[in-house]
């Protein structure tokens, strides 16, 4: 979704988390939008979506990150879950190799559900945990180039690239609406008189605000 609403900020991004249980979705939330990690693995939070606006190009950007509630146990994420999406960020952990082999079935559950220009960040959750690690980051960083996808290790607890994902999502979103408008405004210049419809393709759908949000 991207709305230009005046003065708040001027684009809204869904951006959504996937990947295993455990891997450490949460607490990528928890650290970015509040600057708070939890030890304790408490399964559901109960929080559908956090935000936090931050500046992208000199334009004001609201990202809406919805995190699952522990469906993705039973892979039950239903589609409303991807439904606007714009960007994924696809968590695996370092230390639990199975996490990193179910990349490959999260990215076709994004291709069934998902638009199809959503931008998709891998993220090696748990990047302190060096002592036990399970995936090299030479494989992921295969796997990213392969698929398409940009890729970072990241560690919640460390506030290790948090930021930096989140940063790289919304720039590859803004980038690609940024084109997308250009293109429009030139198709305007060479037919003058006539009217345009600024398609931002599938950045567009409604939102749905719970009072449980930050911000
Ligand atoms: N060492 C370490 N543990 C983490 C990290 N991120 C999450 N965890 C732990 O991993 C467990 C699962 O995290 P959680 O955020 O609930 O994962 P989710 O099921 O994917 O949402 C919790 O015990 C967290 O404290 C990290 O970056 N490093
Ligand atoms: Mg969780």
Not at 31 to 44: A, I, P
Not at 45 to 58: K, M
Not at 104 to 109: D, G, P, T
Not at 193 to 208: F, K
Request: proline share 0%; glycine share 6%; aromatic share 8%.
């Amino acid at each position: 979704m991207a709305y230009k609403v005046d003065h708040e900020y001027d684009y809204l991004f869904k951006i959504v988390l996937i990947g295993d249980s455990g891997v450490g979705k949460s607490n990528i939330l928890s650290r970015f939008t509040r600057n708070e990690f939890c030890l304790e693995s408490k399964s559901t939070i109960g929080v559908e979506f956090a935000t936090r606006t931050l500046q992208v190009e000199g334009k004001t950007v609201k990202a809406q990150i919805w995190d699952t509630a522990g469906q993705e146990r039973y892979r039950a994420i239903t589609s409303a879950y991807y439904r606007g999406a714009v960007g994924a960020l696809l968590v695996y952990d370092i230390t639990k190799r199975q996490t990193f082999e179910n990349v490959l079935r999260w990215l076709h559950e994004l291709r069934d559900h998902a638009d199809s220009n959503i931008v998709i960040m891998l993220a090696g959750n748990k990047a302190d945990l060096n002592h036990l690690r399970a995936v090299l980051e030479q494989d992921a960083h295969l796997l990213a180039e392969k698929e398409g996808l940009s890729f970072l290790e990241t560690s919640a607890l460390e506030a290790l690239n948090i930021e930096k994902a989140f940063q790289t999502i919304l720039l590859d979103i803004y980038q690609i609406i940024s084109r997308k408008a250009l293109a429009a405004q030139e198709a305007v210049a060479g037919l003058p008189g006539q009217g345009t419809s600024i398609n931002v393709g599938d950045y567009s759908s409604n939102l749905s605000r719970r009072n449980c949000c930050s911000n």
